[in-house]
């Protein structure tokens, strides 16, 4: 039932989240077109669309309704496909392949690519900044949350650190801490995002610790099933080349751990993110099932 539920859930959240990101994105008649198309392009070519969701799970755990993360959502999906253009440039993981397609920088240039990922993550912190339906001091929270995600400590810190360590063998401790930044922070800010969308009132934001705590556990989970995915994973399911990873000698959690140890360590985050869930209802059925999600999913 709880399979269902997520998979019905997930669905609604990437409709909602495609037609507002479809709707509100520059059209590529509008000058510079090639510009807009090449953004068009990155944040509409598909994908899971986890982070929206987690934020409209969040804020319904946080006693109010999914709508009310729309915005947010659409702002860390942005940030996401921003990373993922400057990612795939052959200066960084050099990829040809992402979401069963060719990679912006193949699609159009390298040029247009990198402006593309600019003009995103320009217009990700436009958003929230504009959202009229939230207070001022929600909105500057929000945009401080994503920043401080998004930056050195953050998912480009990540990233950093990733380039820094390839051919070299990590503790699992620098490699939490590498993913924690590259993929993780950006989850947490999904939940927290989330929290800080439902207003005061509607449910005074309790258990942000908890949440948070869960957020950390989700985000390496992702992580973890990510580096299985690179092993396991057929390319024409998970969309990008399989073995890339392996091909490029990049620290991961198999490479460490083994790939039994990486599912035992798997299924530990797992019974972390329902622990930090426990004090919660029905409320939150829908973050227990997107746990469930991130460390079950094949793509």
Request: with cysteine; hydrophobic share 40%; aromatic share 4%.
């Amino acid at each position: 039932m709880r399979q269902a539920f997520t998979e019905d859930f997930l669905s609604t959240c990437a409709k909602l989240t495609d037609e507002a990101l479809a709707k509100r994105l520059p059209a590529p008649e509008q000058q510079p077109g090639r510009l807009h198309e090449a953004m068009r392009y990155s944040v509409l070519g598909g994908g899971k669309r986890i982070r929206p969701a987690l934020a409209m799970a969040a804020a319904s755990a946080a006693g109010g309704e999914p709508g009310h993360a729309l915005v947010p959502a659409c702002s860390l999906e942005l940030i996401h496909a921003y990373s993922l253009i400057h990612d795939d440039l052959p200066a960084m993981d050099d990829d040809d392949l992402r979401r069963g397609r060719p990679t912006t920088h193949i699609r159009f240039d390298q040029a247009t690519a990198i402006l593309a990922g600019d003009a995103l993550q320009a217009l990700a912190f436009e958003w929230l900044a504009g959202d009229s339906s939230l207070p001022a001091v929600t909105r500057l929270a929000m945009v401080q949350q994503l920043a401080a995600a998004s930056g050195s400590a953050g998912m480009v810190g990540g990233q950093a650190i990733d380039l820094g360590a390839v051919g070299r063998e990590l503790s699992l401790e620098e490699l939490e801490q590498m993913h924690r930044r590259k993929t993780g922070a950006l989850i947490e800010a999904s939940v927290r995002l989330g929290v800080l969308s439902v207003p005061a009132a509607a449910g005074e934001r309790s258990g942000q610790d908890s949440l948070g705590h869960y957020a950390r556990a989700i985000g390496l989970a992702f992580q973890v099933q990510d580096d299985l995915l690179d092993i396991e994973g057929d390319t024409s399911v998970i969309g990008k080349r399989q073995g890339s990873d392996a091909a490029r000698s990049k620290p991961t959690y198999p490479a460490l751990m083994g790939v039994d140890g990486a599912r035992a360590y798997l299924a530990t985050l797992l019974e972390q993110c329902q622990d930090n869930l426990s004090g919660f209802g029905p409320e939150a059925d829908a973050l227990r099932g997107m746990a469930e999600f991130v460390v079950s999913r094949r793509y």
